[in-house]
């Protein structure tokens, strides 16, 4: 993957955030499905782990970088779940959101293509930047699709 490609992905993703906007506030808060996160949630979940890398990872990775295991999946996405519902509103989050990813993305333009070979370690997961990026990417699509599917559900 090339650094126009993900920073043309962190850009639509922006522009998918924005478009979150229309959505009435009961479907936001609602659960996505029975015993499932609600969409402001699942952007929660996303913007959380954006910032997460840029805390943690981005600004250490160089070749050969072994950094600290991912925090506990299950404890860290409950704690996204929570500050989705903690009082804060769709708007607030979203725009929360494009600021992260407008970090990611200078990020991303400071790189040099050979920079997103480097590999290092996260715990015991090896990954090149490059590889780092996919996976996110990845994640971003799989969440935007679920929450695509309710959204279009609800229109029908």
């Given at each position: 993957m090339k650094k126009e490609q993900i920073i043309d992905h962190h850009e639509s993703f922006k522009?998918?955030?924005?478009e979150l906007k229309r959505i009435n506030d009961k479907e936001w808060f609602q659960p996505m499905e029975e015993?499932?996160?609600?969409?402001?949630?699942?952007?929660s979940h996303m913007i959380k782990w954006?910032?997460?890398?840029?805390?943690?990872i981005l600004p250490n990775v160089?070749?050969?970088a072994q950094l600290s295991p991912f925090p506990d999946f299950q404890c860290f996405n409950g704690?996204?779940?929570?500050y989705a519902h903690g009082g804060l509103n769709k708007e607030a989050l979203i725009e929360?959101?494009?600021k992260t990813r407008d970090s990611i993305i200078a990020y991303v333009y400071s790189l040099s293509e050979t920079d997103l070979q480097?590999?290092?370690?996260?715990?015991?997961?090896?990954?090149?930047?490059?590889?780092?990026?996919?996976d996110f990417i990845g994640h971003d699509k799989h969440h935007q699709e679920q929450i695509e599917e309710v959204v279009s559900a609800e229109k029908a």
């Open positions: 522009l998918w955030l924005n015993n499932k996160w609600s969409i402001a949630a699942n952007v954006d910032q997460y890398s840029l805390e943690e160089s070749e050969g704690e996204a779940e929570k929360e959101g494009i480097h590999s290092f370690r996260v715990g015991d997961q090896s990954f090149t930047l490059e590889e780092f990026f996919e």
